[in-house]
Each structure stands twice: as structure tokens, then as C-alpha cells.
């Protein structure tokens, strides 16, 4: 978070994931021009330029399968989670690559003609009622709009000025461009060569991230069944030595209502305090992080908010919901029944189970 | 994370990894049984 506006907000994890990420993408590309002339069987020549062009493309596929397994990995185990904290740094770094490949092929392949390559690129093949004879390279083409629409507007500037919903939906776009890269791939250089390799890694990725997003799913939506309310319309937490024994301090049991949003219920010191699990930024999981420094943050971006009124440090301005909490007994109840966002709720005393 | 998707949002969303699927599966199966030796791209220029 920052009180001004900053290009880039630098810090040492996200130099550090940045550096890891270029060194990635030199070693990924060097490898390729050493080991890609031997993975192509074609009866053409394979030139140093298609090793760029296709060196650069299939990186920028890699890249964005990465991007794309990120979020469900980190959603079926949290060990993944600090890949997806600098994951936009990751996207624009991919939307270079895509922009280089787009480059290396339009030098190559359309650099030399009488027409301007664009003006080659876009109407040279006009076999748009063809299927393998499809022109390929308006999809990458398309793909490739839409990730560089989506680099521009990856700052939380556009955030804010468009607001969550709308730069959520065009960043979703993001699945849209991964199905049309497969098929730029699948129609161009799958029907050029003869080696295995491109189908079986292309094939490969659809599996991976469909069956990856479909087990995500299945994870999410077990956690969801909710659990049923008591007769007053509240719902248990947990009893307290349970939660003395099993919570650790600064991190949150999840409960969730039956049909009803999550709630983060969330251990601090020896007093109990619950907000809404959806993070105002960009409906992280709030209760998948911790309370650092006196305030939930977000194991997403880093977002702050305070346990107790659910509203940001001074002098950020954010807020989310608070749910008030009650003792009866030995057990832990929760109202989930949302108070307004930036609702004050006096943290709940965990005092001895038996004093 | 926020929860609800609603049905036909949910549909929209496994249709299209079996589109995607399915027209891979498509090119792969229908492409030439040789290479067809004109490169990857099929190029306005002289080259």
C-alpha cells in the first residue's frame, strides 16, 4: 500500500521475484536456441530466426500457463501463495515476451515484402472459411491485444478508476487469451512440424490448468457447504480451549454460513476478532493471512485492514466488513449477519474456558 | 474469495476448456500427414 502514487511500488520480495523471473525467462530463452533445432522435424529449414520467433512464443505460452495454474495452486495449497503476490509483475513481463515474439515474427516472416509487414500480417491470408488453413496469426494477434490491454491497466490506478468489477472482468480476459494462444499454436506451428513435442506440451497445458481449476473449484466449494445456524441465527466458531490449542495467534479460523460469505475469525493475542474474508482490493482471502503489525493483511497484496473496525491505517480509507462475536459458555459464536463496513466491534476476550 | 457464480456463469466457464480442447484436438487430428513445408507462416513477403 502507499499513501502516493508510485509507478511501482519496489520492495525487496518483489525485486527479488523480478530478478528470479528475468534470469528464468534468459535461461529459458538460451536453452531453447541450444535445444530447440533438434526438437523441430520439418523438411524446411529451421533459421536462427524461427528459433527466435518460436523461442519467444513458446515462453510467452509458458509464462502464461505459470500465471494462469498460480491462482488455483495457491488456492489447494498455501505454500504457492507467494508466487501470486507479484503475479502482475509476471504478466507484463509476458506481455514483453509476447510483444518480442510478435516482433520476431513479423521481421521475419512479413519484414521483406513489398507490402508493410502490419498490412502483410493482416491480409496476406484471407483463408478465414478454412480451418487448419485459418490465419493463426490474427489470434495471436487478438491474444496478444488482450494482454497488452491487460499490462497497461495492471497498475491500481486503473483499479480504483474503473473500478473493482470492471478491471476484474477485463482481466478475466486473461482465459480468453490463453484459448486463443493454444489455437494460434495449434494452427500454425503444430501443422508445420511433425515432432510430438508441440502437441503433447500444448495438450498437456489445456489438462493441467483445466484439471488444476477444477480441483480449486471442488476446494472452494466444500469449504462453502456452510455450517447451520443456532437458533438465535448465530454460528459456532469453536470452543475456546479448541481454539487456544489449534489457532495460532494472528491467524484466523474461516466459518462460513450456510449460503452465506465467509467469515474471518481472526486470533489476536487472547482476544477474538471477525471481518468479512474478502479483501477490498481485490477480494483476496483475508483469512488466509495474518495480522502483521497490529492489522490483517492480505496474503494477496499486502492490503491492511484493522481486525477490530475492519478499516484501513490512516491514511489509506478502505474498509470492509465487521461481525460481532459472543461467548456462551465455552463456545464461540459468530453473527453472520454483516455490520457496515468500518464498524467498530470490541474485540472478544478469550479468557480461561473455566474462570 | 467471493463466492457466488451464478449457474450460467459457472457453464460458461467449462465451456471453454472444452472448446479450447476440442479444436486442439481437431487441428491435431485433421493436420496433414506430411509437413507441409511452408514454414509456420504463410507470409505477403517475397521471402
Known amino acids: 500500500m502507499s499513501a502516493g502514487f508510485q509507478a511501482v511500488q519496489w520492495n525487496r520480495h518483489k525485486r527479488i521475484y523480478d530478478v528470479v523471473l528475468a534470469i528464468g525467462i534468459l535461461l529459458y530463452l538460451a536453452g531453447f536456441s541450444l535445444l530447440g533445432p533438434r526438437l523441430f522435424l520439418s523438411d524446411h529449414p529451421v533459421t536462427p530466426e524461427i528459433i527466435r520467433t518460436r523461442a519467444l512464443g513458446s515462453c510467452g505460452l509458458l509464462m502464461l500457463t505459470i500465471i494462469l495454474a498460480i491462482g488455483p495452486l495457491a488456492r489447494l495449497d498455501r505454500r504457492f501463495l507467494p508466487l501470486l503476490y507479484n503475479r502482475r509483475h509476471f504478466g507484463v513481463a509476458t506481455c514483453l515476451v509476447g510483444l518480442a515474439h510478435a516482433w520476431s515474427a513479423l521481421d521475419w516472416y512479413h519484414g521483406l515484402g513489398r507490402l508493410p509487414p502490419l498490412v502483410s500480417l493482416l491480409f496476406s491470408n484471407a483463408n478465414y472459411g478454412s480451418f487448419l488453413g485459418f490465419p493463426f496469426e490474427l489470434l495471436g494477434l487478438a491474444a496478444l491485444a488482450i494482454l497488452v490491454v491487460m499490462a497497461v491497466t495492471s497498475h491500481d490506478f486503473w483499479l480504483a478508476f474503473l473500478s473493482a468489477p470492471v478491471w476484474k472482468a477485463i482481466h478475466m480476459s486473461v482465459y480468453a487469451a490463453f484459448g486463443l494462444l493454444v489455437l494460434h499454436v495449434a494452427l500454425g506451428v503444430m501443422q508445420a512440424e511433425r515432432s510430438p513435442v508441440v502437441p503433447v506440451l500444448l495438450g498437456g497445458a489445456v489438462v493441467l490448468l483445466s484439471a488444476l481449476h477444477i480441483a480449486a473449484a471442488r476446494c472452494e466449494r466444500t469449504k462453502d457447504e456452510g455450517a447451520a445456524l443456532d437458533a438465535d441465527g448465530w454460528l459456532t466458531v469453536g470452543t475456546i480451549d479448541e481454539l487456544l490449542a489449534s489457532l495460532p495467534d494472528g491467524r484466523a479460523r474461516i466459518v462460513v454460513p450456510s449460503g452465506g460469505e465467509r467469515i474471518a475469525v481472526f486470533r489476536n493475542g487472547r482476544t477474538l476478532s471477525a471481518i468479512i474474508n474478502v479483501c477490498a482490493h481485490q477480494n483476496g482471502p483475508l483469512g488466509e493471512g495474518r495480522i502483521i503489525d497490529g492489522c490483517v493483511t492480505c496474503p494477496w497484496h499486502g492490503f491492511q485492514f484493522r481486525p477490530e473496525d475492519g478499516c484501513a491505517p490512516a491514511p489509506f480509507t478502505d474498509k470492509i466488513s465487521t461481525y460481532r462475536l459472543k461467548r456462551a459458555g465455552d463456545i464461540i459464536l459468530v453473527d453472520p449477519r454483516p455490520l457496515p463496513p468500518g464498524t467498530r466491534v470490541e474485540p472478544l476476550a478469550l479468557g480461561a474456558s473455566h474462570g | ?47
Open chain 2, 1 to 47: 474469495m467471493r463466492r457466488p457464480h451464478r449457474r450460467w456463469h459457472r457453464r460458461l466457464w467449462l465451456m471453454l476448456p472444452v472448446l479450447v480442447g476440442g479444436l486442439l484436438l481437431a487441428a491435431l487430428i485433421l493436420r496433414p500427414a506430411a509437413p507441409t513445408g511452408s514454414g509456420p507462416l504463410i507470409s505477403g513477403s517475397v521471402r
